[in-house]
């Protein structure tokens, strides 16, 4: 299933407990001239792509590493996989 925003979507569920997860960084994110976006969000592997500034920043594996994916794997702990692209 596709959604209209050009995410793949294979389990709502999990699709919408990480997009509450990346609400709670966002206006740190934001901050930075930074963003998150689901590519895609499937019962075991989120994938997330890091836009503008925290595309290639050298504190991206920090923030998103252990913050956001400490978040995710709390709301979401049946995930196998959280994985990171980045987008300019």
């Known amino acids: 299933m596709h959604s209209n925003l050009g995410i793949t979507i294979m389990d ?3 699709l919408a407990a ?4 990346i609400a ?8 930075h001239q930074g963003g998150v976006e689901i590519v895609s ?27 956001l994916n400490k978040y995710i794997q709390e709301a979401c702990p049946n995930l196998k996989s959280i994985k990171y692209v980045e987008m300019k």
């Open 12 to 14: 709502n569920k999990t």
């Open 18 to 21: 990480v997009s509450e997860q």
């Open 24 to 31: 709670k960084i966002d206006p740190v994110v934001k901050a």
């Open 41 to 67: 969000a499937t019962a075991d592997e989120v994938v997330l792509a890091l836009k503008g500034h925290c595309a290639g920043c050298p504190m991206a594996p920090i923030t998103y590493g252990k913050i």
